[in-house]
């Protein structure tokens, strides 16, 4: 079972109804319109109200995400990039959870930690609340974002892009893989960085040298 299977095996009208709900959620946790969001923010959320759908669908499907496919576990970690989430967060949380799904998640920071915190219901209805640490608070001064947040945020917007070029092997044609990577150098930031931050996700490891990926980059 793919997950993409699972994806178009939920009606449609269900799914939309569980997005929506999804997204008026994370607004009201958060206290605020969805106008009120920057784009970045409006990315993240949507990825997220996204894959906490798969991830319900994985659950009620009996599915471990430790033995999945290479290619399914591909797809998990694109959704986690676009939702700003680390590599490896749904697993994680299923391991500690085997039994429960999601209902809604928000993230915070407390003493220079971020974390993401998840209201699970587990299979007797009962809701639980798992607390997920997800990295160190990037700190800056007056209000403004830190270089590493500003670069986090971009990131996330190139993942959204590549998954949006995707074909149906998961993977992005060279020409757009090396036009991304071109507006990121011209951003101000390194190529190398570029690759190893998306290569393995988004590049055909056939058109790995007509990129120009180096090994370092995959290592």
Do not use: C, H
């Not at 793919?2 to 709900?21: C, G, R």
């Not at 190139?158 to 949006?164: D, P």
């Not at 101000?188 to 393995?200: E, L």
Request: aromatic share 8%; hydrophobic share 30%; net charge negative.
């Amino acid at each position: 079972m793919t997950l993409k299977k699972l994806d178009y095996t939920t009606a449609s009208d269900e799914y939309n109804t569980a997005f929506s709900q999804n997204l008026q959620l994370f607004n009201t946790v958060k206290g605020i319109a969805d106008d009120q969001k920057t784009d970045a923010e409006r990315e993240q959320d949507n990825a997220r109200a996204n894959a906490q759908i798969i991830y319900n669908s994985i659950q009620s499907g009996g599915l471990d995400l430790a033995n999945i496919s290479a290619d399914q576990k591909l797809s998990i970690t694109k959704m986690e990039m676009q939702a700003g989430l680390p590599s490896g967060f749904y697993e994680s949380l299923q391991s500690k959870n085997p039994k429960a799904d999601i209902v809604t998640s928000t993230s915070r920071e407390s003493n220079g930690s971020k974390y993401v915190d998840v209201i699970m219901r587990n299979q007797d209805g009962s809701l639980t609340t798992k607390s997920m640490l997800v990295g160190s608070v990037d700190k800056g001064g007056s209000g403004n974002p830190t270089e590493a947040e500003t670069k986090k945020g971009d990131a996330s917007k190139v993942a959204s892009q590549l998954a949006s070029r995707a074909g149906d092997d998961g993977y992005v044609a060279p020409e757009d893989y090396k036009t991304a990577r071109k507006a990121w150098v011209n951003a101000g930031y390194d190529a190398g960085d570029f690759d190893t931050r998306f290569a393995k996700t988004y590049a055909n490891p056939d058109s790995y040298d007509v990129i120009g990926i180096s090994s370092k980059a995959l290592d």
